[in-house]
């Protein structure tokens, strides 16, 4: 390097920063050995934010423009260099660029099942993944807390601390919201926006701002999954009578398209016979003895609401208002009604339940039952 190359790189005549990277959140302006001239110019493009620190301590910070450095527009560093009376001479100083736009795409995840409560199944084990984006919300916050001297500080630098942090309020949103498992996958949305509402005083003391939380996937243990779609399996057949009516008829028509029909299907003449009892009795035709009758239904035990404080309850079997009655929570004046009643009726006056005070005794004279 040449004596001119030498004097000349010691002066800085701007000082500014072209980001040409997708992570990069700090970025220490390059100064070894070098000084910033006395009426250099400073760029600060859009979604960044300057900074000066002097000796460790933080000084003047510019938003988005172009400034002549002067005593004028460095008060703090001046009071911090001791120019009173301002300065023409170079100066030293390191200038951080911070950048202010949002960084998208960061992946959050469960790393193990999120325990809670269901509502109809019970204690369930929940993992959830998603996306998150973030942008620095105070520039001088986010250097003294996070970044300190770093040249270059990225976003996966503090990628892990932020998932955690996402994944613990998560988990604590989740467990409030009280939404039932099968419920969440139309709410993910709102359930996003909620925990991205939340989480936002977790990371202001870090100078932080979640701009957005996507929750892509909630789901439950694979064996819970397996569980939940035989149980839609049977949702989907409906009435098993008639889906094993279906199959039998379907087992028929397959045999019959065999060259030696049921028999030539290798179940053999006995077999066929038995294959034909057991259609039969699959499609409600049962294969009786001559002389033999079907028994009667089983008779239907009637069923009461009763009237409580003010509120319907029930419907009750016989057996149990026997119970209520024994215990006193079923008394002859309680109102009553089953379907087949055109009004409520006072339970004593009611054929099918006078037999449940025979040994109830009535209250004393002169008091309230």
């Given at each position: 390097m040449g004596l001119w190359d030498k004097i000349s790189g010691q002066l800085?005549?701007?000082?500014?920063?072209?980001?040409?990277?997708?992570?990069?959140?700090?970025?220490?302006?390059?100064?070894?050995?070098?000084?910033?001239?006395?009426?250099?110019?400073?760029?600060?493009?859009?979604?960044?934010?300057?900074?000066?620190?002097?000796e460790g301590q933080l000084a003047d910070v510019f938003n988005p423009g172009t400034y002549t450095l002067e005593t004028r527009n460095l008060p703090i560093l001046s009071t911090l260099a001791g120019w009173k009376y301002g300065f023409n001479s170079p100066f030293k100083a390191e200038a951080y660029f911070v950048s202010t736009k949002v960084f998208t795409g960061h992946k959050w995840g469960t790393k193990n099942p999120i325990m809670m409560r269901d509502s109809e199944f019970g204690p369930v084990r929940l993992r959830a993944f998603g996306t998150f984006a973030i942008k620095v919300?105070?520039?001088?916050?986010?250097?003294?807390?996070?970044?300190?001297t770093n040249s270059r500080f990225t976003v996966d630098e503090i990628g892990q601390q932020l998932r955690d942090m996402m994944v613990a309020r998560f988990a604590d949103v989740?467990?409030?919201?009280?939404?039932?498992?099968?419920?969440?996958?139309?709410?993910?949305?709102?359930?996003?926006?909620?925990?991205?509402?939340?989480?936002?005083?977790?990371?202001?003391?870090?100078?932080?701002?979640?701009?957005?939380?996507?929750?892509?996937?909630?789901?439950?243990?694979?064996?819970?999954?397996?569980?939940?779609?035989?149980?839609?399996?049977?949702?989907?057949?409906?009435?098993?009578?008639?889906?094993?009516?279906?199959?039998?008829?379907?087992?028929?028509?397959?045999?019959?398209?065999?060259?030696?029909?049921?028999?030539?299907?290798?179940?053999?003449?006995g077999l066929g016979v038995g294959l034909g009892q057991q259609v039969a009795t699959a499609m409600g035709q049962s294969v009786q003895s001559p002389g033999m009758t079907a028994p009667p239904p089983l008779p239907q035990t009637a069923s009461f609401f009763i009237g409580t404080d003010g509120k319907q309850a029930g419907p009750f079997d016989v057996a149990t208002l026997q119970s209520m009655a024994?215990?006193?929570?079923?008394?002859?004046?309680?109102?009553?009604?089953?379907?087949?009643?055109?009004?409520?009726?006072k339970a004593a006056d009611v054929s099918e339940l006078g037999s449940l005070f025979a040994s109830v005794p009535p209250p004393l004279p002169g008091q309230s039952s």
């Open positions: 800085i005549d701007i000082v500014e920063w072209v980001d040409d990277t997708n992570d990069t959140m700090v970025y220490r302006f390059p100064r070894y050995e070098n000084e910033i001239k006395n009426g250099a110019k400073l760029i600060v493009r859009e979604s960044q934010v300057a900074a000066f620190v002097k919300s105070d520039a001088p916050t986010f250097l003294k807390q996070v970044t300190g989740l467990g409030q919201s009280k939404i039932p498992v099968l419920d969440m996958a139309g709410n993910q949305d709102e359930l996003g926006k909620y925990v991205t509402a939340k989480i936002q005083d977790d990371f202001a003391p870090y100078g932080l701002q979640v701009v957005s939380l996507m929750v892509e996937n909630i789901s439950l243990p694979p064996e819970v999954e397996q569980a939940m779609d035989k149980r839609t399996s049977m949702g989907v057949i409906g009435n098993l009578n008639a889906y094993t009516q279906f199959q039998a008829a379907n087992a028929i028509s397959d045999a019959a398209k065999n060259p030696g029909g049921i028999a030539g299907a290798g179940v053999g003449i024994s215990s006193g929570q079923l008394k002859r004046e309680t109102l009553v009604w089953r379907q087949g009643m055109p009004a409520w009726t």
